[in-house]
């Protein structure tokens, strides 16, 4: 994992989830699903809805994503706040793994 989640893979991740933010009125339930597919997260086995746990971030809430096609502006804005929490969990990860190569 170390070599995959580089500082170049965080800030596309970044990228990723602004486009996905100017786009919440019409998010599809799908295009949620494959960005937290995307941030290492995956379907877990409880619930009514889809949940996704991560499997780098233990310490990470259970994610639910509602199964219909169009998800609300609201919860698709909920979704991606949970989702910016994994970017910025990477974001130390990779500035923690630079600082132990530096020193």
């Given amino acids: 994992m170390d070599d995959i989640i580089t500082d170049k893979w965080v800030k596309g991740k970044r990228r990723k989830l602004e486009w ?5 009125k019409d ?3 799908r295009e949620l699903v494959a960005f937290a597919i995307s941030l290492y997260r995956k379907p877990g086995k409880h ?3 889809k949940n ?5 971030l233990p310490e990470s ?3 639910s994503i509602p199964k219909s096609p169009k998800v609300k502006r609201f919860v698709a804005e909920n ?3 949970q989702l910016e929490g994994d970017i910025f969990a990477f974001e130390e990860m990779v500035l923690t793994k630079k600082e132990k190569k530096e020193g």
């Fill in 47 to 49: 619930g009514k809805e």
């Fill in 52 to 56: 996704f746990d991560s499997e780098h």
């Fill in 27 to 29: 998010m599809r339930s």
């Fill in 61 to 63: 809430r259970s994610l």
């Fill in 20 to 24: 996905l933010r100017g786009r919440t």
């Fill in 79 to 81: 979704i991606l706040d």
